[in-house]
């Protein structure tokens, strides 16, 4: 029922997901980078940055992963988050989901914990509003930062998800894996 996406090959036990997909990421160091996505990769994670708008523009990208990681300060009345309504519509059009890291908040160092989970608030809030697919999971890079599918469903609520965002944040997976059919990347575990 909840599918998890890991960024390491051969996991251990699903954790209580029916699913567990090791997929790669690609982090893009330039604007050409970007616009060098193959169409051949059906299942394209890609690592927010300053690049978010360029990555929302590719239709060959399934998932925007941690597009909060982009923002440098905050603005007066509301978080700079790295999305905004034009990202979000463009995702919307482009069918790419937002992805939300457990990983990236558990790696993150005490003092920026807080500041990085309001920006994620803010995302939830965004992607709420213009029906954005969003996508919780560990997105782990070892075995240690997983955690088991209620504790990523709980604390996807505590981000400020309704309890069946949550639930249908944690269950997307499946349905954009069975859109986008299997790249040689990814592979199911369990």
């Known amino acids: 029922m909840f599918v998890d996406f890991v960024l390491f090959d051969n ?10 997909y090791p997929v790669k990421q690609i982090n893009f160091q ?12 059906s299942f394209v994670v890609a ?17 925007l992963l941690c597009p909060e990681k982009s923002s440098q300060g905050d603005f007066l009345h509301h978080r700079n988050s790295g999305l905004n309504q034009v990202l979000c519509k463009l995702a919307v059009k482009n069918h790419i989901a937002i992805g939300f890291s457990f990983s990236s908040l ?4 005490s003092s920026s914990r807080f500041v990085f989970m ?9 992607c709420r509003k213009y029906k954005v697919p969003m996508i919780f999971a560990s997105f782990a890079r070892t075995h ?27 269950q997307y997976g499946s349905k954009l894996l069975e859109e986008r059919s299997f790249s040689k990347g990814v592979r199911r575990i369990g």
């Open 30 to 41: 330039n604007v050409s980078d970007v616009r060098r996505v193959s169409s051949s990769q």
């Open 106 to 109: 558990l790696l993150a160092d």
């Open 11 to 20: 996991p251990p036990n699903p954790f209580g997901f029916s699913k567990v």
């Open 144 to 170: 240690y930062e997983m955690r088991p599918a209620h504790d990523l469903l709980n604390f996807a609520q505590v981000l400020g998800m309704t309890p069946l965002e949550a639930r249908s944040s944690l």
């Open 118 to 126: 309001g920006r994620m608030h803010q995302n939830i809030l965004l």
């Open 47 to 63: 690592e927010g940055g300053k690049f978010n708008r360029e990555i929302l523009e590719q239709p060959n990208v399934s998932i």
